[in-house]
T-cell receptor, first 114, second 114 residues
Framework: AQSVTQPDIHITVSEGASLELRCNYSYGATPYLFWYVQSPGQGLQLLLK??????LVQGIKGFEAEFKRSQSSFNLRKPSVHWSDAAEYFC????????????FGKGTKLSVKP | NAGVTQTPKFRVLKTGQSMTLLCAQDMNHEYMYWYRQDPGMGLRLIHY???????AKGEVPDGYNVSRLKKQNFLLGLESAAPSQTSVYFC?????????????FGDGTRLSIL
């Protein structure tokens, strides 16, 4: 079955520390993968996407993600977290079809300590 | 450069009242979606539309109705509001149902049913 798992519900990091948010997907073919960020009181904003080619993709706000087919993972990283990065992050896999062409994970909430 | 606009942003209703949430997109997207977001539940698809004049049920359609009379607008109605419908509602749109198509989200409507 197609699915996305974000194992961590809530992560707290110190400002300036590095960040890695985990995402595991289940999909039979080559996946299209997305990361979204939801700041408090806002909608979901697309951070980055992976379609093919280079397995390390760069996104907005200094984020990057690495696709690892052997691990069925698409982890989001940032070298140095800023307080403004506190938000909820959603991973998604593109499955196609009109009934919601994306399957979303349940999200990881990031808190940033000063 | 509006993208997806949702109105209203906040609303408080009494049990049994009705209301309509409006979603408007200016990207000429064919597909539109209504989700609800509840703590720990992620995004759940309520209804979706594959084009003007078409609507279909998603994962949690009970208690909601929708209409898409114009391509750019997607309305979500609550005929008789219940406390269980207290949630944050998001509208999204995508160019097509392709699995490489990101969804674009509005900023949400925060609805409380007393």
């Amino acid at each position: 079955a197609q699915s996305v798992t974000q194992p961590d519900i809530h992560i707290t990091v110190s400002e300036g520390a590095s960040l890695e948010l985990r995402c595991n997907y289940s999909y039979g073919a080559t996946p299209y993968l997305f990361w979204y960020v939801q700041s408090p009181g806002q909608g979901l904003q697309l951070l980055l996407k992976y379609f093919s080619g280079d397995t390390l993709v760069q996104g907005i706000k200094g984020f990057e993600a690495e696709f690892k087919r052997s691990q069925s993972s698409f982890n989001l990283r940032k070298p140095s977290v800023h307080w403004s990065d506190a938000a909820e992050y959603f991973c998604a896999v593109g499955v196609g079809g009109s009934q919601g062409n994306l399957i979303f994970g349940k999200g990881t909430k990031l808190s940033v300590k000063p | 450069n509006a993208g997806v606009t949702q109105t209203p942003k906040f609303r408080v209703l009494k049990t049994g009242q009705s209301m309509t949430l409006l979603c408007a997109q200016d990207m000429n997207h064919e597909y539109m979606y209504w989700y609800r977001q509840d703590p720990g539940m992620g995004l759940r698809l309520i209804h979706y539309s594959v084009g003007e004049g078409t609507t279909a049920k998603g994962e949690v359609p009970d208690g909601y109705n929708v209409s898409r009379l114009k391509k750019q607008n997607f309305l979500l109605g609550l005929e008789s509001a219940a406390p269980s419908q207290t949630s944050v509602y998001f509208c999204a749109s995508s160019k097509s149902a392709g699995r490489n198509q990101p969804q674009h989200f509005g900023d949400g409507t925060r609805l409380s049913i007393l």
